[in-house]
Each structure stands twice: as C-alpha cells, then as structure tokens.
C-alpha cells in the first residue's frame, strides 16, 4: 500500500472520527452548546487537527448533518432494493423509521435540532432538500411497483411519497413531544393504518 494511500486512509479516519464525536456533543448538548472544543476533547483529537478539516464550527455542523442523512438514506436504499413485495418494502420501511425508543430519540433529537439551521441556512436547507428527494423518489418508485401488482390502489406516486413523509416525520415529532410515554410502535401502527387506508386497495367481496 502507497504511503499516499495510507494517508488518505488516515485523514478519512481522523475526520469521520470527528463528525461522530460532533454527533455525540449534538445528541448530548445540543447544537446551541455544541462547540469545536467539546468536540475535539470527545474524540481526543486536537483542534489543531479539527481546524485541518473544518474551518469553522458551521462546516462540522454541516459535515454531522450530511453524514447522518447519508446514512439514513443508506438504510433505507437497502430496504427498498429488497426481493420483497411493494407492500413488505413499504412496511419494512416503516418498521426501520419508528425502529424503537432509544433509536428514533437520538435521530429525530438531532434532526429537529438542525431544522433551524436548514430554514435559515440555504446551505443547510439543500442538505434537507436533497435527501426529502430521494424519500420521495424512493417511495414513488415502490408505490407504482405496488400499483402494477395491484397491491395498492391507483394513487398518484408523487403524492403519496410525500404523504408518507409527512406522516413519518409527523408522527415522530408527536412522539418526541408526547408527555404520556406512549411508546413509539403505536405511533407506528397509526402511521400504518392511515397508510394502509390510503394505499391498499379494497379487499374483493366474493359473490353469494
């Protein structure tokens, strides 16, 4: 292996270790007290070193937020490649989005925490942006999968693949805000009927 090699090896290593730490210090903290200091005493690196790689604390900020999305998106590209049916895909998917209490905590605790940044940022909007089009082009792709197999009703694509969107980023919210500790699978089980009410088409009566 070439000395170059190793070196882009290590700099990839250093400065993921960096993002992760930074997606720590945000779970933990906050973005509002989140600082490049905190991060590099977390991932024991120097700010020196954390200077090399993002010159200011917006560009780590950017940096966590696009490898969060990139590996959620990662996610659910498996899941949508599966040998599955339209509808198993579907609620494969659901099943990863509402995974459970301590997962979604710590991913939508993170997620709303950018929403700011994102409507008053372009640069930070465009990360949010990119990745809702690739949630709602992967979903109208197994929706008119689901539609040719006539597991789903003749829906516009489109239109669904935002409402499931919606519906999920929804309902996690309420969940994160709920005072009751209901516990994540109800809410998705109530995503899933109204999706189930949207999408699946009419059981066949058979005749008398």
Not at 52 to 64: C, G, I, S
Not at 91 to 113: G, I, M, P, Q, T
Not at 191 to 207: D, K, W
Request: hydrophobic residues 40%.
């Amino acid at each position: 292996m070439s000395p170059r090699r190793v070196d882009l090896e290590l700099t990839a290593r250093r400065r993921e270790a960096l993002i992760k730490a930074g997606y720590a210090e945000i779970l933990e903290k906050g973005l509002h007290a989140t600082t490049i200091d905190s991060v590099v005493a977390r991932a024991n690196s120097s700010k020196g070193g954390a200077l090399h790689y993002f010159r200011t604390k917006e560009d780590l900020f950017y940096a966590v937020l696009e490898w969060l999305l990139s590996e959620l998106t990662h996610s659910l590209d498996q899941v949508a490649l599966s040998q599955e049916s339209p509808r198993e895909r579907l609620a494969a998917e659901l099943e990863l989005l509402f995974h459970s209490a301590e997962v979604n905590r710590k991913l939508y605790l993170v997620l709303f925490d950018y929403v700011t940044l994102g409507a008053r940022s372009e640069r930070f909007r465009k990360l949010f942006h990119d990745f809702f089009v690739k949630c709602r082009r992967r979903d109208a792709h197994i929706i008119s999968e689901g539609i040719k197999a006539q597991e789903f009703r003749r829906v516009r694509p489109d239109d669904a693949a935002a409402t499931i969107r919606a519906l999920v980023d929804g309902y996690c919210l309420q969940w994160l805000m709920d005072a009751d500790d209901v516990p994540v699978e109800v809410f998705r089980e109530r995503c899933g009927a109204v999706l189930g009410a949207y999408l699946l088409r009419p059981p066949v009566e058979t005749p008398r």
